[in-house]
């Protein structure tokens, strides 16, 4: 019940976020275009009215761009259909809403000495669609930039994941007497040379293996193992403390070589 109430208060948080967003946006649109075109007349007011007046074109061109033609044509890549019903859904708006509008209702009230007459005058008809497709640039870019940080970011988790299962699931065969046993690197705390022999210690076991501490070295990946002395190669995630002389891995006492010491330095940072 809790939980329920939890993500209906936190889906409601967010949709209120994101219609105060669009106030905001519409707020700034509508006042930027007031400031400068009564600045450049001196009528504030009657410029204020126009940009007022002219939103009904403009949300109908954003929101279907934004909520129809963009997620499925845009964004399935379909560019000729976008184009296309774009075009036609600029020219409706233009010339069915906001020329209505304009030469109705503006012009008459609010630009008296602007004198038309042709309702179809081709210069008329042009300004208005400019007009018109000028509230859509910032949403359309602010919302395709959005929709691929989210996918940049998807792809980055996915990427990941993967890493790390592939990480998880890399393993190798070590001859023990007679019979190969498969142990997983990220299972591996410490290697020890035994003249001919290695101890590899696990989370689970350990075990005494006919080979090299060099030769197994370069079955590791160097990202999360290290050598830390000429009989030890210790797993880094296994490392709880270290100082500069030795390290602690699950209770486990691991001293540094004088020819590791710089090495050991620059993996893990200490001075």
Excluded at 47 to 59: H, K, T, Y
Excluded at 102 to 107: A, E, G, K, L, M
Excluded at 217 to 239: A, Q, W
Excluded at 243 to 249: G, N, R
Aim: hydrophobic share 45%; glycine share 2%; net charge positive.
């Amino acid at each position: 019940m809790y939980r329920t109430m939890k993500r209906s208060h936190l889906s409601i948080h967010m949709n209120f976020n994101k219609v105060a967003k669009h106030i905001i946006y519409w707020l700034v649109f509508v006042s930027f275009f007031t400031l400068v075109w009564g600045t450049y007349d001196n009528d504030y007011y009657r410029n204020f009215m126009i940009q007022l007046l002219s939103l009904p074109a403009r949300l109908i061109l954003v929101y279907l761009t934004l909520c129809f033609l963009f997620p499925n044509y845009l964004l399935k890549k379909d560019y000729a259909k976008f184009i296309g019903f774009f075009i036609l859904l600029l020219v409706f708006v233009s010339f069915f809403v906001q020329r209505i509008i304009y030469f109705y209702i503006i012009q008459p009230n609010y630009l008296q000495n602007f004198k038309s007459s042709n309702f179809f005058a081709i210069t008329e008809l042009m300004n208005t669609v400019l007009d018109v497709n000028m509230a859509i640039i910032i949403p359309l870019v602010y919302t395709f930039f959005k929709h691929w940080q989210r996918e940049s970011e998807k792809t980055m988790r996915i990427e990941k994941e993967a890493q790390e299962q592939m990480d998880d699931e890399q393993f190798i065969y070590l001859k023990v007497e007679k019979s190969l046993q498969k142990v997983y690197i990220k299972d591996i705390i410490y290697i020890e040379s035994l003249k001919n022999y290695i101890k590899v210690k696990t989370t689970d076991r350990e075990i005494i293996v006919y080979k090299s501490i060099s030769a197994i070295e370069g079955l590791l990946p160097k990202e999360t193992f290290l050598r830390v002395h000429r009989s030890y190669i210790v797993g880094l995630n296994f490392i709880n403390s270290f100082s500069p002389s030795k390290l602690d891995l699950k209770g486990i006492t691991i001293p540094i070589g004088r020819k590791y010491k710089e090495e050991v330095k620059n993996v893990l940072g200490y001075f």
